[in-house]
């Protein structure tokens, strides 16, 4: 019996995955299933160029809007939601589409991650944010290359977050975070479609955008979640740019610092996202991201969906 089919649709941040994927949904009867952390978030639109209302009618979108600001969304959350999404759009014989740009969020899809548990409470959490605020990131690195080399090895020093759940997993279960990452097979079969840009181009292309959140309200939008009690330094706000003009709205900084770090801040994920979707990836079919490239793209599906499994 042949198993049934996933589409991801892949590639950094700016590329034009949502228009893309938009096309290639109705061409094909697809419904698209987000992979993207920031979207999540109901009242946080317009710095994640969150699909508009119009894009949502014309194909039916999964895993947006589906949480308060104040709400903390697991990496085993996600998963568990997205496979329910999936088995749900493939029960009703239609094609999902996986997109996104969290690397993390597709992998644990694609790959099978099954995430450790979290510990009951935050009281390690907050005692090791203590610690890379007196002592620094590189502190913080350091006690976990003690406790486990190989994840030290992979993860960033300067990923906090990542670095303290890394040392959260080998509290709670007593094991070393490299030992416990468990890869099951997905029930599905997968078709990976990548889109991207030269590295100057895409820049610009974010520059431009970045312009145009602005001028759609970014500040007013991070004004409403503030006043509405959503704390700064919420995971949710951690999506790039919502603490730069927080920071702007508080006295912090200025304006045009905040956004000359956003922008510092958007080429950095690029380069965060190269590694998890590699150009030298010979699983994944790449295209550039001009213009009528979705002919090629539905191509490729199609004589990959008339393939045996």
Same mark, same amino acid.
């Given at each position: 019996?042949? #198993? /049934?089919?996933? !589409?991801?649709?892949? &590639? %950094? *941040?700016? !590329?034009?995955? *949502?228009? $893309?994927?938009?096309?290639?949904?109705? #061409? @094909?009867?697809?419904? =698209?299933?987000?992979?993207?952390? $920031? @979207? @999540?978030? $109901?009242?946080?639109? =317009? &710095? *994640?160029?969150? /699909?508009?209302?119009?894009a949502r009618r014309r194909v039916p979108h999964h895993l947006i809007d589906v949480a308060e600001p104040g709400e903390t969304w697991s990496l085993a959350a996600f998963r568990q939601a997205a496979l329910a999404a999936i088995a749900d759009i493939q029960s009703r014989s239609r094609l999902a589409f996986l997109v996104g740009g969290t690397g993390q969020y597709v992998t644990a899809i694609l790959q099978g991650w099954s995430p450790p548990p979290r510990p009951v409470d935050d009281t390690l959490r907050r005692n090791l944010e203590t610690l890379a605020l007196e002592q620094g990131? *590189?502190? @913080?690195?350091? $006690?976990? #290359?003690?406790?486990? %080399?190989s994840s030290a090895d992979r993860i960033d020093p300067r990923n906090v977050r990542r670095v303290i759940r890394a040392l959260e997993i080998a509290s709670v279960t007593g094991k070393r975070p490299s030992d416990l990452r468990v890869m099951m097979p997905p029930p599905f079969r997968v078709l990976k479609i990548g889109f991207a840009l030269p590295r100057l181009e895409l820049f610009a292309r974010i520059d431009a955008r970045i312009d145009a959140m602005l001028e759609q309200g970014w500040v007013d939008e991070v004004r409403r979640l503030l006043a509405a009690g959503v704390s700064p330094d919420l995971p949710s706000m951690s999506a790039i740019g919502y603490r730069s003009i927080a920071g702007y709205l508080s006295g912090q900084t200025s304006l045009e610092a905040a956004v000359e770090h956003i922008r510092r801040a958007s080429r950095v994920y690029v380069r965060r996202q190269a590694n998890w979707f590699k150009a030298g990836d010979a699983t994944i079919t790449w295209f550039d991201s001009r213009p009528g490239v979705e002919a090629a793209a539905e191509t490729t599906v199609l004589t990959w969906l008339d393939q045996p499994d």
């Open positions: 019996m042949s #198993r /049934p089919a996933l !589409v991801a649709i892949l &590639g %950094p *941040t700016a !590329v034009g995955k *949502t228009e $893309r994927s938009l096309v290639l949904a109705e #061409r @094909l009867g697809a419904e =698209i299933v987000s992979a993207d952390s $920031r @979207l @999540l978030y $109901r009242g946080m639109d =317009i &710095g *994640t160029a969150k /699909p508009s209302a119009e990131a *590189t502190a @913080l690195h350091q $006690r976990l #290359r003690q406790v486990d %080399p």
